[in-house]
Structures are given as C-alpha cells and as structure tokens.
C-alpha cells in the first residue's frame, strides 16, 4: 500500500521564503493577526489527518466503489468514508477559510489550498465530497440572497450539508449552452426543476445529511444558448423555516457511472423531476453566477493533480532506493548486495527528477495563485482587488491544464520507477494514473482551458493581463541579470519571456485573419506559459536556495538540484512547443473531413 508524508518543509519553504506570505496577508486587514506559526500549526495538524484517517482509506474505497440502491436511491461510499467524514467535520476542516459571519475560521484561501493538496494526496475520490462543497460555497457567497445565505452557507461552513455543480447533460457538455432542463417558476417564488443531469460529482451519498445541488436550468421564456441559462438552489431535503430538514425534494440519483478512476466517489447521473429551487442571482445570468464555483473548481481541479503528483512521487522514490536490479552502467554502485538500487541509473532519475520537479513547481504556482485570490478577496484597495482577480484569472487555465497534463505524465513515470508492481493494484500507483486522467477531462477539458487562456484571457485584452504578470519577470530578471550565479537560471528565463512576447504576437496577427488559428495553437501556447510561470517560480527558488548552500541544510541543495535538473531537462521542450504552436493551422485543416 502506498505511504503518504505531507510536504510541510516543502509547503513552509513556498509560504515563507519564496513568497512570504505572512508579510503579504498581514496587509489584508481581514488577516492583519496572521502569523507563520498558525499556518504551520494548521498545516501540520491537517497533514495528520490526511495520512492518518484518508490515505488508509485510498486503495480499499477504489477497490470497494460506491454503491446505488436503486429502490430508496441511496448511495453508500465504500467503508470507512461516512466516519473519516465525521471526523473532518469534528475537526472543524470545512470551515478553514470560510467567512466567520457563517461560523468560518476566516483563514486565508492559500491555507485551505495547502489542506486540499494533502487531502488530494492522501486520497483524491474522498476529497471530492468535501471538495465541492467549498466551491458551493462560494459561489452562494457571492451570488445568494441574505436568506439564502443564512440557509445553507452556515451548514457548507460546518459540513453537516455538502454541495454539488450539476451542469453537465447527456447531450451537453461543453456547450452549456445546449442544456435543456427547464424550471417553472411557481406562485410561492420558487421554481419546479425538470430534467436529467449525468456525471455529477458526489451527487448522492450518506456522508452528510443533506445535500445542496447547485443546478443549471431554463426559464420557460429563456432565450437560447448560454444567455438564457439560471442558476437554481435544490437541496436534496427541502429546507424548512426554522432551519430544521422538510420532505425529500424531487432530485435523485437513477444511477451511477462506471468509470476508469476515482472509484470512490459517486459519479451520479440525477434526474429531477418538479424538483423545487429558488433562483441564485439574476435570471439568464446563471452562468456567471456559477463561474464563481467553475473557477474554484478548476483552481481545484489543478489541485488534485498536485496531490498526486506529490504522492506518486513519494511512493517511487522510497521504491527506487530499495529496489535492487542490474549494475550501474559505470560499475557496481552496491558491491555489497547482488545488483543496485535502480535509482542509480539515469533515466530512473529522471522520471523521479520530472515527478518532482511538477510538485515543486506546481506548490509554487498554486500557492502564489491563492495568495492573489486573497488579496483579491480581501484587499482594501479596490484597484490591487482588481489586479490580483485578473491576474487570478489569467492563470487559473494554466493551473487547470499544465497541471493535470503534469501530473499525467508524473503519476505515468512513477508507476514506470515500479515496472511491473506499478500495474498491480495493490501497489497503488496504476491508481495514481487512473485518477489523474480525469482531471484533465472535467472542469472544461484541458483543450478548453487553453482555448480560455489564449482566446480570453491573452488576446481577448490585446495581452494587457498577461504582459503585466511578464512585467514580474522582467523585474525580477533585471534584479538578477548581473549575478554570475543566476545566469544559469536567468538567461533561459529572459529567453523564454521574449519568445512568450513575439509568439503572442504572431498568433495574434494570424487569428485576425482566420480565427480558428487560436484553437490550432493554444494547446501548446499554454504550456509555453505553463513552463514560463515554472521557470520564474524555479528561478526565485534556486537564488534562495544558493544563498542558503552555507548552512547545510541539505534541504537547500536538493531544491537547487531540482531546479538546475527542471532548467535541462525539462523546460526545453518549450523550443518544440513553439516551433508546433507556430506551424498552425494548415497541417489540421487541410485533410478532407471525409478522409478521416
Ligand atoms: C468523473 C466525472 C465527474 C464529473 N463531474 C461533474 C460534475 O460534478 N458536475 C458537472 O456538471 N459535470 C461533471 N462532469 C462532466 C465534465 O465536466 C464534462 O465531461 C466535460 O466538461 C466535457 O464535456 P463532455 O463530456 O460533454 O465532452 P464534449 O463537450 O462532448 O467534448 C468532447 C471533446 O470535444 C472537445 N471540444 C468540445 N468543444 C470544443 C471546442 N470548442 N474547441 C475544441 N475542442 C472542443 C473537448 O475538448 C473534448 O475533447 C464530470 C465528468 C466526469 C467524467
């Protein structure tokens, strides 16, 4: 069975050296009292509950899977979730970076982000009951009317009631806009739901005792397409006045999908028939009301690959140590036992060095998004709210997509490290890529993301997002142009900047003429800008990391390893990158479709 050890040094160095963000969030006035031992404390305590309660749980709930009793509709996760739930409840996990006015802690968003990264770690499938709850939650926070809020915020925050998005249709996926479930609006002000959603996450379970579906639906005299979609609240139980559970409302699970990963939680197809909701926001502005719990939920989504990543990583590095087969090419490495430990031979290494250096990367980048998610929460400055969201949302699509692609292909290599024990279950790993792949699928799929980024958030303001975030590089590559140490770090960083800057621009000039040269470019485009955010945050931790060789914190040296490896081994692939983005569309286009 695989092991799990959070990352604590490794989350301490990003928050407190790299970033400082005790510094940052003291600024806010909503955690002016912050301080590093508090995030500490609170990450420890939580790494212990991951290892602890939700990791043993990992392999059994993917075996075990959910069960539907397809009389009372009931869902049963496998053993053991229903109390680790509790327990997470008990432990007041939920409310982490709620909103104190709904019983909340009121701890920052980044804080939450290093809990869910564990919690990914230790166990992805459970971590998604929980999981969309919090973008529930925020997409209610933001959306919902004083009553609503009242209703169902402070039970989110608690965790007695969970949520879930119930977008996707059978025939709509992508295209929201399709979507064909209706709602009545009714004397009382509420509204009758009828239709049928699939693949919803957590969409039944015994976990909690009520659950808050989140539902897209049409008015009866909606336009069509996305500008005619609402957002409605449909509890699993009707909500009474006082706050007590009323009758079961008409939302229910008719089954449940059998799936490649994630087997532990249920995918729930839901069919709601006269489902009472009350509308959140304005009507046929649903879609903007649940991009609240859409961006949450992809900056989570990017998460989960993170955890994996992490744990994979872990688990085939402990494995390569004891593993013994054949000799280093260069002689025995091991004289004193029958061959040598595999991580001795180069290309082991380098599946480990990759999986690592996605983790480390990935923690960076992640954290430095959360840490702008605060300041754009709760900064008192409107213009720094400002800049931090839209800086928040150029890089959500990345976080989304270079992510999940990362851990993709870590979760791949580090099962590889196992050779043939990495295919058996009990191992663990095959179940670190069966799960990962799907995070790459939802949330928009990862062509989707890169169609946000290119299309929206770079060429949609002429680039002013994205040079402002390549203003930060700039800097910091000009602070640093002169040390002789840095150049190693430096030059590819400043390279790949201004490749960044003129390949932006070409594709900007080609889309003018034919739009769909930005779906033909934007796959790789996005992981051009993947590997630049990469290479800042490497950059800036390798110069820590030199300063500190002195104190012999070997902790320092392996970071600079990593960085050094992530600059030779891996940022490279940017010059193919570039060179595939720039060949466009042609080479896709030109075959007649009916060749296909
Ligand atoms: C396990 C699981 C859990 C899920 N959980 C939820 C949930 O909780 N709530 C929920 O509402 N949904 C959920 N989903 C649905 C998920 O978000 C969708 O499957 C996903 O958004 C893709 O939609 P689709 O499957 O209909 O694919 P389609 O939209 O049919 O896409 C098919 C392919 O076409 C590509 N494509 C589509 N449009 C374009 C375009 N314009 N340009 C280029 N390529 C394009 C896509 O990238 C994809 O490769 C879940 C799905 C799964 C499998």
Redesign the pocket.
């Given at each position: 069975m695989p092991t799990y050890t959070p990352p604590l040094r490794d989350m301490q160095f990003v928050m407190h050296e790299l970033l400082n963000v005790v510094d940052e969030l003291k600024m806010l006035p909503a955690h002016a009292d912050i301080d590093a031992d508090t995030i500490n404390a609170v990450l420890e305590e939580g790494g212990k509950f991951c290892a602890e309660v939700i990791a043993p749980l990992n392999l059994s709930g993917d075996a075990e899977g959910c069960k539907l009793d397809k009389t009372t509709h009931e869902v049963t996760p496998p053993k053991g979730f229903k109390e680790a739930y509790k327990q997470y409840v008990e432990g007041g996990w939920p409310a982490l970076s709620c909103d104190p006015a709904y019983g909340g802690q009121g701890l920052p968003v980044l804080v939450n982000q290093g809990m869910y990264e564990m919690m990914n770690s230790a166990n992805q499938a459970w971590t998604m009951y929980p999981g969309?709850s919090h973008g529930a939650y925020e997409a209610l926070h933001a959306h919902g009317t004083p009553e609503q809020k009242s209703t169902y915020l402070t039970k989110l925050t608690s965790g007695e009631w969970t949520g879930?998005?119930?977008?996707?249709e059978p025939h709509?996926?992508?295209?929201l806009g399709l979507l064909r479930t209706k709602a009545e609006p009714q004397a009382d002000g509420t509204y009758k739901i009828t239709g049928q959603?699939i693949?919803?996450?957590a969409g039944e379970h015994d976990l909690a005792e009520n659950i808050v579906h989140l539902v897209l639906a049409r008015l009866p005299d909606a336009p069509a397409g996305s500008k005619g979609i609402s957002l409605f609240i449909v509890p699993k139980f009707l909500v009474n006045a006082d706050g007590t559970l009323g009758a079961r409302n008409g939302i229910f699970c008719a089954g449940l999908?059998h799936?490649m990963g994630?087997h532990a939680n249920s995918?729930c197809q839901m069919v709601l028939e006269d489902a009472i909701g009350t509308m959140v926001g304005e009507p046929n502005k649903g879609l903007a009301a649940m991009f609240v719990m859409m961006n949450a939920a992809r900056l989570g989504v990017g998460n989960q690959s993170l955890g994996l990543t992490e744990v994979a990583y872990q688990n085939a590095a402990a494995y390569a140590k004891d593993r013994i087969q054949m000799r280093a090419l260069s002689g025995p490495k091991a004289p004193d036992k029958a061959a040598d430990p595999i991580i001795v031979h180069p290309d082991v290494r380098k599946m480990l060095l990759t999986a690592r250096a996605y983790a480390e990367g990935g923690r960076a980048l992640s954290t430095y998004v959360a840490l702008q998610l605060d300041k754009a929460l709760s900064s008192d400055d409107e213009d720094e709210r400002k800049e931090c969201e839209a800086e928040v949302a150029l890089l959500t699509p990345i976080i989304k997509a270079f992510l999940t692609d990362n851990g993709w292909i870590a979760t791949s290599h580090c099962m590889q490290v196992f050779g043939g024990h990495g295919f058996i279950h009990e191992w663990g790993m095959e179940q670190f890529v069966r799960d990962a792949r799907?995070n790459m699928?939802?949330?928009?799929?990862n062509?989707?993301q890169s169609?946000d980024l290119l299309g929206r958030k770079v060429l949609g303001n002429n680039g002013a997002t994205l040079k402002k975030f390549g203003k930060k590089i700039a800097s910091f590559v000009e602070e640093e142009g002169t040390s002789e140490a840095m150049q190693e770090f430096i030059n590819p960083l400043a390279d790949l900047g201004d490749k960044v800057t003129k390949l932006t621009t070409e594709i900007g000039m080609k889309a003018f003429q034919n739009p769909d040269e930005v779906?033909a470019a934007a796959v790789d485009y996005l992981r051009v800008v993947g590997h630049l955010c990469f290479a800042y945050f490497f950059a800036r931790s390798a110069k820590i990391a030199l300063e500190k060789q002195g104190s012999g914190d070997p902790f320092y040296t392996a970071k600079l390893h990593t960085a050094r490896f992530y600059f030779a081994k891996l940022l490279p692939e940017t010059a193919s990158l570039i060179r595939t983005a720039r060949a466009g569309l042609q080479p896709l286009m030109a075959m007649d479709e009916a060749l296909f």
């Open positions: 969309l879930t998005m119930c977008l996707t709509c996926g992508t295209d959603k693949f919803i996450s999908e799936k994630i995918t799907i699928i939802y949330e928009g799929t062509t989707i169609l779906g």
